[in-house]
């Protein structure tokens, strides 16, 4: 597929820009641990919009993936009081994207951008 005649994997839009969104590294800097390995094995194309969407949501399961894990009580990156607040702050920038964003996002609800933001809050504050 060339940029030019395809449309966008995730909304189907045709007759824009599109990039093949390469997401090599997780939000807290590690190789990035793909979100769908099953269909990974073809490059995906995406608008503007969307590959926009695509790190939202990649940023948003790395920062739930590891509060789970700090939440159960195991090792978490989180733990670390720096990258605890960069990551409520990006949550707080990922709220703000998707309220701005007229209609709902193909990835990621703001629904759940708010109660992972809310359990974050409860968190620090019994710290
Ligand atoms: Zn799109």
Not at 70 to 91: D, M, N, T, V
Not at 101 to 107: D, E, I, K, N, T
Request: net charge positive.
């Amino acid at each position: 597929m060339d940029a030019a005649s395809g449309s966008c994997n995730a909304c189907g839009v045709t007759g824009t820009a599109l990039m093949k969104l390469s997401l090599g590294k997780d939000f807290f800097g590690r190789t990035y641990d793909r979100l769908s390995p099953s269909t990974d094995q073809s490059p995906k194309w995406y608008c503007e919009i969307c590959s926009m969407q695509k790190n939202i949501q990649r940023d948003f399961r790395d920062i739930l993936g590891e509060f789970d894990k700090l939440a159960a009580g195991h090792g978490s990156i989180l733990s670390i009081q720096e990258e605890f607040q960069r990551a409520s702050l990006r949550l707080r920038e990922i709220a703000a994207i998707l309220t701005g964003m007229a209609g709902q996002s193909p990835f990621l609800t703001s629904a759940a951008v708010t109660q992972l933001m809310g359990r974050m809050q409860t968190a620090s504050v019994r710290t």
